[in-house]
């Protein structure tokens, strides 16, 4: 299936690493540009330069996404650089364990703006181009925002309200034909992963413990997976899907997790 993307512009947050690196290497391989945006400076660098090697289009702008200002500068730039913006990923954000008992009010704020702020500074800046494109953005969110996890209230709050975010600019931005969804990832091997799994005393058992209640397979969500849902959607062959919130995580969220046993026969 020709996804019709090539010469595209695409910015993802987070592009550099995990899920949001599978997305920018997915975009490339299919024709189209990643504009790769994050706080990892070498891990951008190195990301576009392998792509370019490979004959593929690729840009890294390093930036810390905390507040307005570098959203707009990041924007400006791709501006300058590319002249479109095709698409937009919200992707970059980290599970930082700040909740109610472990956690106090600046922790909370400082979370929100990690988390939360910069996919609406990101949307807000990047609209005029998206109008001019008929773009998409697609938000990633987490199943915390649906299951709960405990001890990570702004984590799951941004999570949340990045489902709204999805619903709302999704009406918002009907008269301009640019469609907004969402991917609700739940297990997924990526460093933020590994960095969360090692504060286990025994991550392994406890890893072993996560895949068995994962239905489809008993296995980890791969990155790649999530990318390939990523990129159908910003293309126009999701022309007629807006507002949603999809789910891929092997079942995880919605399945009976007693499943598992079945499935390990
Ligand atoms: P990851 O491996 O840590 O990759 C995320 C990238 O985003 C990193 O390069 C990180 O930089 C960068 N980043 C994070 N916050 C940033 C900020 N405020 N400004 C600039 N760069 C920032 O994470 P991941 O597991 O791929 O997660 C990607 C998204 O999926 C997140 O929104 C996460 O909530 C969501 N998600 C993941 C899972 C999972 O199982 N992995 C499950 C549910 C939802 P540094 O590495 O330098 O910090």
Same mark, same amino acid.
């Given at each position: ?29 299919e024709g189209g540009v990643p504009v790769i945006v994050g706080r990892s400076l ?5 990301? #576009? ?30 501006? #300058?650089?590319?002249? %479109? ?47 001019? #494109? ?26 949340? #309200?990045?489902?709204?975010?999805? %619903? ?11 469609r907004v969804n969402a991917i609700v990832p739940a297990e997924v091997m990526t ?14 058992? %406890? ?29 126009? %062959? ?28």
């Amino acid at each position: 299936m020709d996804l019709h993307i090539k010469d595209k512009v695409f910015i993802i947050t987070g592009g550099a690493k995990g899920i949001g690196e599978a997305i920018s290497r997915t975009i490339a391989e299919e024709g189209g540009v990643p504009v790769i945006v994050g706080r990892s400076l070498e891990a951008g660098r190195q990301l #576009a330069q392998s792509l370019r090697k490979k004959g593929h289009s690729a840009l890294a702008i390093h930036k810390e996404l905390g507040n307005a200002e570098s959203c707009r500068e990041v924007v400006e730039e791709v501006m #300058a650089t590319s002249g %479109r913006i095709d698409g937009l990923v919200n992707n970059a954000g980290a599970n930082d364990g700040i909740g109610l008992e472990n956690g106090d009010p600046e922790a909370y704020l400082r979370s929100l703006e990690h988390n939360l702020h910069h996919y609406y500074f990101m949307a807000h800046y990047a609209l005029p181009a998206l109008k001019e #494109a008929r773009g998409a953005i697609l938000n990633i969110s987490s199943k915390t925002a649906i299951t709960g996890q405990g001890g990570t209230s702004a984590y799951a709050a941004a999570k949340g #309200a990045q489902l709204a975010f999805t %619903r709302e600019w999704a009406v918002e931005l009907l008269p301009y034909s640019i469609r907004v969804n969402a991917i609700v990832p739940a297990e997924v091997m990526t460093p933020l992963y590994r960095k969360w799994i090692e504060t286990f005393d025994e991550p392994e058992k %406890r890893l072993k413990e996560t895949e068995k209640n994962i239905p489809l397979g008993n296995r980890m969500t791969q990155s790649k997976e999530i990318a390939d849902m990523a990129v159908f959607l910003l293309s126009e %062959r999701a022309a007629h899907i807006t507002g949603q919130h999809l789910f891929v995580d092997g079942g995880y969220v919605h399945l009976d997790r007693s499943l598992s046993v079945i499935a390990m026969r």
